[in-house]
Nanobody, 115 residues
Framework: QVQLVESGGGLVQPGGSLRLSCTVS?????????MNWYRQAPGKGREFVAA???????RYADSAKGRFTISKDNAKNTVYLQMNNLKPEDTAVYYC????????WGQGTQVIVSA
């Protein structure tokens, strides 16, 4: 079956960086129209972070623009989220997502930004 597995989360200090990975299996990666990253902070709803289309077009939430970069490696069936200059308000569980007839989600990876 389709699986999305996130990794790369952890505890970092403000101003630090993390690179999240999401590896997809059970589906031909190249047919997916958009790969997305969402996040959910404690006590808050799910929030869009970034998207990458098949054609290479990127889209970012205002909070992520200029600090985060979404990319992918088709040969590895993997999408990445490079996060720089992290802030405490970036603390959240980060989820990988795509839609192909069904809305698919990974298990999430925890990011904590704290001194």
């Amino acid at each position: 079956q389709v699986q999305l597995v996130e990794s790369g989360g952890g505890l970092v200090q403000p101003g630090g960086s993390l690179r999240l990975s999401c590896t997809v299996s059970g589906i031909i990666f190249s047919i997916i129209n958009d790969m997305n990253w969402y996040r959910q902070a404690p006590g808050k709803g799910r929030e869009f972070v970034a998207a990458l289309s098949r054609g290479g077009i990127t889209r970012y939430a205002d909070s992520a623009k200029g600090r985060f970069t979404i990319s992918k490696d088709n040969a590895k069936n993997t999408v990445y989220l490079q996060m720089n200059n992290l802030k405490p308000e970036d603390t959240a569980v980060y989820y990988c997502n795509f839609v192909y007839l069904h809305n698919y989600w990974g298990q999430g990876t925890q990011v904590i930004v704290s001194a």
